[in-house]
């Protein structure tokens, strides 16, 4: 069986990154078995840089999946009251 890659991740937490990444917004995973193996993803993040944030910040699309991505505000705060 293929092995399927994860090229992109949804933020879902930027709590102690506010400058580095923005909730809601996909972004670029580079392979990084290293940082894997202790939970870390390798992130082009807003800089245009890559960095290691720990992957609980994010909610991983598997490469070849076909699903569409969406951009949305997850601070939906007030909305459904």
């Not at 923005?22 to 995973?29: L, M, S, T």
């Amino acid at each position: 069986m293929k092995q399927v890659t994860k090229h992109f991740a949804l933020c879902v937490d930027n709590a102690d990154y506010e400058a580095s990444l923005i909730r809601g917004k996909v972004y670029r995973i580079l392979p990084d078995p290293r940082a894997a193996k202790d939970d870390f993803v390798r992130v082009v993040d807003e800089s245009g840089e890559d960095y290691l944030y720990h992957k609980s910040h994010f909610l991983f699309v598997e490469g070849g999946s076909g699903l569409p991505f969406c951009y949305f505000e997850p601070d939906l705060k007030g909305l459904f009251t």
